[in-house]
């Protein structure tokens, strides 16, 4: 027999900075919101060591203290914070429908997705080791770039983002280490020139990582490998910047949503709406342009005001 069809006024799916700013917004408008914290609970920012560019924290903070302070802030007021992860939706009437992966039914007056984006990785082993440790991979020069001031430091990727954090880790760090696995950029024409006059930016191209080095607790440099001629050599340098793009994680609302060509949730320029009344859009699930912690709780913001309107002028709050 299945279980008993849930009803809730306000559903919040996923728990980043954006989801859980949500929550405080929506509990403390009496929306009962419940939250589903997905499969990566607290969202990127639990992959960040210090987070010193939200306001409020002088002395900064690490990237999962934050989100546990967030999750408190969010409970506090009342929010139903859940484990598991929604793995289907039907956004057809105005009730709309979504399954948690148990298979349990939920039907919602509003929705908003918080789901995030994922950075992509180079999959090798020892990249995700030194990522899980905080010894010196990042996927966000913005976030972590401060921490290798004055140093050598590596970067890959050719795109727009790899030249936009080149550039930002050239103002800080000592030599930028650029790595390119094809013999040309992918970035637009005005990225690749900026990227190529800065003087201690030093690109290769047909050059991919091999192996991230270190002595096991941090990064001490890269083995790469020029896929062309096979010649491996090493570069030194205490931090590595993976900057091969982003994957938003909306594949369970392909086909409801209107989606850009790389997934991110198209909203309503200005707002938190998207093609689907009640169901609101933040974070960076429809960002993909900046990216950020405070960026991300903003849009959170909107997204549970936008709910709570709609509820009101539907008569449901
Ligand atoms: P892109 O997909 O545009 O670029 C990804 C880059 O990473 C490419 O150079 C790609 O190489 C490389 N890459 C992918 N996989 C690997 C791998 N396994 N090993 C080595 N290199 C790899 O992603 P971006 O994040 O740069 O940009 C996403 C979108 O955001 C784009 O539309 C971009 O224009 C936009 N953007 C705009 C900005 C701006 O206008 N200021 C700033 C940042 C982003 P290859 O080319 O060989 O596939």
Redesign the pocket.
């Known amino acids: 027999m299945s279980e008993e069809i849930e009803k809730v006024k306000c559903l919040i799916i996923g728990s980043g900075p954006a989801g859980y700013t949500a929550a405080i917004y929506a509990s403390r408008a009496n929306m009962s919101p419940v939250l589903y914290q997905g499969l990566q609970p607290g969202g990127q920012l639990t992959t960040t060591n210090d987070v010193e560019n939200f306001p409020g924290y002088p002395d900064g903070v690490t990237g999962p203290e934050m989100m546990i302070e967030l999750q408190k802030q969010a409970e506090r007021f009342g929010t139903d914070v859940r484990t598991g992860w929604i793995s289907k939706v039907d956004f057809t009437g105005p009730v709309h429908k979504v399954w948690v992966e148990d298979g349990k039914e939920i039907h919602c007056d509003t929705v908003i997705i918080s789901t995030g984006a994922s950075a ?1 990785y ?1 999959g090798l082993e020892s990249e995700q080791k030194y990522l899980a440790n905080g010894g010196g991979v990042s996927a966000c020069a913005v976030c972590d770039g401060f921490f290798y001031r004055g140093q050598d430091v590596v970067i ?7 030249c ?1 954090e080149a550039g930002y880790l050239a103002n800080i760090c000592n030599k930028v280490t650029m790595l ?3 013999d040309v ?4 024409d005005i990225m690749e020139k900026r990227v190529k006059a800065i003087e201690n930016i030093d690109i290769h191209f047909n050059s ?1 990582i091999d192996e991230v080095l270190g002595d096991d607790q941090v990064v001490t440099g890269v083995r790469v490998k020029n896929n062309q001629s096979g010649d491996t050599w090493e570069v030194p340098a205490t931090g590595v910047f993976i ?4 994957k938003p994680n909306t594949d369970i609302f392909k086909g409801w949503l209107n989606l850009d060509e ?1 997934g991110y949730i198209i909203n309503e320029p200005g707002s938190s709406k998207t093609n689907i009344e009640g169901v609101f859009v933040s974070g960076d699930a429809a960002d ?2 900046y990216r950020q912690a405070i960026t991300a709780a903003g849009t959170g913001c909107m997204a549970a005001l936008d709910a709570e309107r709609y509820l009101a002028a539907k008569g449901l709050h």
Do not use: M, N, P, Q
């Open positions: 992509k180079l890959v990727g050719a795109g727009d983002s790899a936009e390119v696995r094809r950029f992918r970035a637009s991919e900057a091969i793009g982003h790389t993909h342009v």
